[in-house]
């Protein structure tokens, strides 16, 4: 019999999840729930998934429910759900951990399991969809011990037929390491795109834009109703992190007013060591 699989968010996380099981040797039955009825049809046409339902009382009767919608939604949803079968395995792959680990409903704490694939694009919608988008890349599952046994084995099982690679961590811990390495970086590159597009003629500037301003900006393409939400759930360190970053942008900026160009030099010198690491 065919594992039923319910989507709630068809964008490019949700649709390029179903596009990865279907690659797998597994019999999976996809239903999706999207509040955009455009997205809707668009998962439909696109092979996606196999039925479109409008209430979370038809989705919960899925062995699997994955949420794929922004952060504050994945609370809100948490929250809506009311009671679940006890063999049901929720997963949500939302950006952020901490907030949603802890409000999730106690009587359905044990159906759930947070997880953060560390991957993704700054493309959004169904049509955005990869099916190699999981392939060889790591997936991060928090506060695994609230979770059950069965749910754990499930979500396992699941990530690691689509080739990923499974890390554990504490939710706080991953939120702390998230606004570094991926939350700060995209608030940086959205002031880098406002700080060019604020100047008298941005277009005669990025005309001449090569390797390192496509990729320094590509991001500030992401969508702002999910960066919002991810920004106001990991405020605190978000913040924390904008600091350190500030601190080494100053530092920067009065080496070259000082004109200290070696005290500069040591600095970049620093910067490159990162890539023996990365
Ligand atoms: N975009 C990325 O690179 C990554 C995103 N994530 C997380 O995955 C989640 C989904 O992100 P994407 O797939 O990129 O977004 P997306 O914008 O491509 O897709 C989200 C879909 O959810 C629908 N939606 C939003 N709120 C809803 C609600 N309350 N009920 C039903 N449908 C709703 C939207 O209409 C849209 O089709 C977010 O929580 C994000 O933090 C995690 C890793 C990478
Ligand atoms: O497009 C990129 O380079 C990204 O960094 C995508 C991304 C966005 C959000 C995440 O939580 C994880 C990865």
């Known amino acids: 019999m065919a594992t039923k699989i319910g989507i709630i968010g068809l964008g490019l996380m949700g649709g390029s999840l179903s596009l990865a099981l279907k690659k797998t040797s597994g019999n999976y039955h996809f239903t999706g729930l999207d ?16 039925e479109i339902v409008c209430t979370l009382e038809e989705i919960k009767k899925c062995d699997v429910i994955i949420l794929t ?47 953060h694939p560390m991957t993704g694009t700054e493309k959004f919608g169904p049509t955005a969809a990869l099916d190699d988008l999981y392939e060889d890349k790591v997936v991060v599952l928090c506060d695994m011990e609230k979770s059950g046994a069965h749910q754990q084995s499930v979500a396992k099982n699941l990530f690691s037929d689509i080739g990923m690679k499974l890390v554990y961590m504490g939710a706080k811990e991953h939120d702390r390491h998230a606004a570094f390495i991926s939350h700060m970086p995209h608030a940086l590159s959205y002031a880098l795109a406002n700080s ?21 900006s590509r991001i500030a393409k992401s969508s702002p109703k999910m960066w919002e939400d991810i920004f106001r759930q990991n405020k605190t360190n978000l913040i924390e992190a904008i600091e350190a970053f500030e601190t080494e942008l100053k530092q920067c900026r009065n080496m070259v007013e000082n004109e200290e160009w070696e ?3 040591r600095w970049m010198s620093k910067a490159n060591t990162l890539h023996d690491i990365l």
């Open 196 to 216: 060019v597009m604020e100047q008298e003629d941005p277009e005669s500037i990025v005309a001449l834009a090569g390797g390192g301003f496509k990729d320094m």
């Open 35 to 50: 509040h955009n009825e455009e997205h809707c049809s668009q998962a439909l046409s696109l092979g996606l998934v196999d």
């Open 69 to 115: 919608i922004p952060v504050d939604g994945i609370i809100s949803v948490a929250r809506q759900l009311g009671e679940l079968d006890e063999k049901c395995t929720v997963i949500d792959l939302g950006s952020t951990k901490a907030k949603i680990s802890e409000s999730i409903p106690e009587n359905i704490r044990k159906n759930f399991v947070t997880a």
């Open 263 to 265: 005290i500069l030099n």
